[in-house]
């Protein structure tokens, strides 16, 4: 079946636009899963603690200390999209991904420096606000320092699409999209 380069443009358009445990572009997916790596690492219980969870949940029979960090968290370029570092800081790790994601698709597909772009519509949701209940909430001090509606604006799902929008210039439609799995 001839699809007149549809796969080279939804790549283009996805391009690097893509971090999953063991795998931070399109490209790296395939290759991961034919070889049958184990993109689930152990975690000692060091490092479980020190990512919240208590002693006592740790003990229990319940817990399995595993998962699948994606790395580059910490990389996010705050001034590129025109946040300071201590805004930075507080935003949700998701919200920062979607707009290095976003802005990569962009550039992939050759739109980046293209005034056009500004039709471009956003459809995009995430997971809970994790981020802002275990690392935020809990800190007295990050709280009072950025107050509690710039910590909503960058951890809120409803203010993701929106803000991702406005950072990029995209006048096209932008609706949150909040479905449990099919997110």
């Not at 079946?1 to 790296?28: F, K, Q, S, V």
């Not at 950025?146 to 699409?161: Q, R, T």
Request: hydrophobic letters at 40%; proline letters at 5%; aromatic letters at 8%.
């Amino acid at each position: 079946m001839e699809l007149d380069g549809a796969y080279d443009t939804a790549i283009a358009i996805i391009g690097r636009a893509c971090r999953i445990p063991g795998a931070n572009e399109i490209h790296d997916v395939w290759p991961t899963i034919v070889s049958g790596t184990r993109s689930i690492r152990d975690f000692t219980i060091s490092e479980a603690e020190k990512a919240g969870l208590s002693r006592a949940d740790g003990e229990s029979a319940d817990w399995v200390y595993a998962g699948a960090p994606i790395g580059g968290i910490e990389c996010f370029d705050a001034a590129f999209f025109g946040y300071a570092p201590s805004d930075a800081a507080m935003m949700d790790p998701q919200h920062r991904l979607l707009l290095e994601h976003a802005w990569h698709a962009i550039e992939d597909a050759g739109y980046a420096s293209d005034p056009m772009r500004g039709r471009i519509g956003v459809f995009a949701g995430s997971g809970p606000p994790a981020y802002k209940s275990h690392n935020l909430l809990t800190n007295a001090e990050k709280l009072a320092e950025a107050g509690e509606l710039a910590i909503s604006i960058g951890n809120d799902k409803d203010a993701l699409c929106s803000t991702l929008s406005y950072k990029l210039g995209l006048e096209g439609p932008s609706v949150a999209v909040q479905t449990f799995c099919s997110t």
